[in-house]
């Protein structure tokens, strides 16, 4: 009754094409493009090295050598005559002459007041100050190598306090430091007087 449908209308759909492939994956750490203005320096920028250069005073590094020797003698308490003063000194007040020894050896992180007054106390309430003092000179023998003479360093100073203080004493200062003013002082005024800053930026540097 109803006329039949064309065959044209019964003919399949023509293929579609073929799906793209995916797109390969980014590959691993990959960074996103910089992008921004660069920044030049100004003519005068002006940068303040904060790192300072390290005290080169003459410790030595190996001290399994043993080449060093003392500048004197234990004994030797006489041989300058501007050491009379710190001979005095040790003689009356020991505590002090040891606290500027102490401070140079721990490189100022025991400020001479401290050592003086622990070793005031040592010595006022127990009398066993030598044993003290006497772990100073082994720690500065090892540091410069010096040879532990003429006895052992605890035994040095039981027998010989105030004559082995005067001979560490005048070591320290043959080896460049001004034993007054301790050793933040020796540092400052070997960089020529230069302490330590932090970096001067300009106000015009951002990013």
């Known amino acids: ?81 501007s050491d009379c003063s710190t ?31 622990l070793y005031g106390l040592l010595c006022y309430f127990s009398g066993c100050g030598c044993i003290y003092s006497g772990f100073y000179r082994n720690r500065m023998r090892r540091q410069y190598m010096l040879p532990e003479s003429p006895c052992p360093d605890f035994l040095v100073h039981c027998c010989c306090e105030c004559c082995a203080l005067c001979q560490e004493h005048r070591h320290l200062k043959s080896q460049g430091f001004d034993m007054s003013l301790g050793w933040r002082e020796n540092v400052e005024r070997q960089n020529g007087g230069r302490t330590m800053s932090s970096p001067v930026i300009p106000q015009g540097m951002n990013r």
């Open 1 to 81: 009754m109803y006329p039949s449908v064309s065959k044209e209308y019964k003919k399949s759909p023509p293929p579609s094409a073929p799906p793209a492939p995916p797109e390969p994956p980014a590959p691993p750490y990959s960074q996103p493009p910089v992008t921004g203005i660069p920044v030049i320096p100004p003519a005068n920028y002006h940068y303040v090295d904060h790192y300072q250069p390290r005290p080169q005073f003459p410790i030595p590094t190996d001290p399994s050598s043993g080449s060093g020797n003392w500048s004197t003698g234990l004994c030797d308490c006489c041989s300058d005559c």
């Open 87 to 117: 001979c005095c000194l040790t003689c009356w007040l020991p505590c002090v002459t040891f606290g500027q020894v102490a401070e140079i050896v721990d490189k100022g992180s025991t400020p001479c007041v401290v050592s003086a007054g």
